[in-house]
C-alpha cells in the first residue's frame, strides 16, 4: 500500500463550479498536509498549509484534514480556467531538528476548467 | 517570497553523456536540498536529499553513482546524470528549504526536463 492515494483524474469542471479534490494516507505519524499546485512543465507551487486536523480557508480554496479518517480534501469554489493544473497532496511526519520531514507525495489529480 | 531556480529548463543529450542540473535558492540560504523526478503523470519521486557540506542521502533503489549530487554551497546543489541512458530521460525538480524558516517549508525549483536519445 502506497503512503498517499489520490485519484489521478482526469476531473474536467465548468467555470464556476465546486471542486473536491481529495486524498487518504496510511500513516498515522502525518501531521502535515499541503496541496500544491502544478501547471504543464513547472515545478509545484504550494497552495495551501494545514498541520493537524481542520479547517483552513484562503480566498477560493479551502483545506480539510480529518486524521482520524486519514482523508484530507481540497475545495475550489467559484473555479476558474486559470485553476487548471495538476494538485497534488503532499504530507509529513515531525523530524527531529526540523518542523517538517521528508514530503510524501500523492500522484496529482489533473483537473481542467472549461469557460 | 522564496525563489528557486533551475539550470537548464531543458537539456537533449546522447546516450553515454553526463547531464548537470543546477539548482539554486536566489534570496534565502537553503541548509537543505531535495532532488526528485518525475514520469509523465506521476508523482514526484524523492531520489535525494542534499545537506550543504555533507554527503547527499539517497533513496532506496537510486543509484548514488550515477545521480551524483554536490551541495557546495547555501544556495547552490547540482546533480549529475552520469553515463545517461534513454531511461533517465524525465522531469527533474529540486526544491530547497529555507533555514531562516520555521516551518521549513519546501519550494520548488521550476524543474529541468531531460531528454536522452
Known amino acids: ?115 | 517570497g522564496a525563489v528557486v531556480s533551475q539550470h537548464p529548463s531543458w537539456v537533449i543529450c546522447k546516450s553515454g553523456t553526463s547531464v548537470k542540473i543546477e539548482c539554486r535558492s536566489l534570496d534565502f540560504q537553503a541548509t537543505t536540498m531535495f532532488w526528485y523526478r518525475q514520469f509523465p503523470k506521476q508523482s514526484l519521486m524523492l531520489m535525494a536529499t542534499s545537506n550543504e557540506g555533507s554527503k547527499a542521502t539517497y533513496e532506496q533503489g537510486v543509484e548514488k553513482d550515477k545521480f551524483l549530487i554536490n551541495h557546495a554551497s547555501l544556495t547552490l546543489s547540482t546533480l549529475t546524470v552520469t553515463s545517461a541512458h534513454p531511461e533517465d530521460s524525465s522531469f527533474y525538480i529540486c526544491s530547497a528549504r529555507d533555514r531562516g524558516d520555521y516551518l521549513n517549508e519546501q519550494f520548488f525549483g521550476p524543474g529541468t526536463r531531460l531528454t536522452v536519445l
Open chain 1, 1 to 115: 500500500q502506497k503512503e498517499v492515494e489520490q485519484d489521478p483524474g482526469p476531473l474536467s469542471v465548468p467555470e464556476g463550479a465546486i471542486v473536491s479534490l481529495n486524498c487518504t494516507y496510511s500513516n498515522s505519524a502525518f501531521q502535515y498536509f499541503m496541496w500544491y499546485r502544478q501547471y504543464s512543465r513547472k515545478g509545484p507551487e504550494l497552495l495551501m498549509y494545514t498541520y493537524s486536523s481542520g479547517n483552513k480557508e484562503d480566498g477560493r480554496f479551502t483545506a480539510q484534514v480529518d486524521k482520524s479518517s486519514k482523508y484530507i480534501s481540497l475545495f475550489i469554489r467559484d473555479s476558474q480556467p486559470s485553476d487548471s493544473a495538476t494538485y497534488l497532496c503532499a504530507m509529513s511526519a515531525y523530524s527531529r531538528g526540523s518542523t517538517l520531514g521528508r514530503l510524501y507525495f500523492g500522484r496529482g489529480t489533473q483537473l481542467t476548467v472549461w469557460p
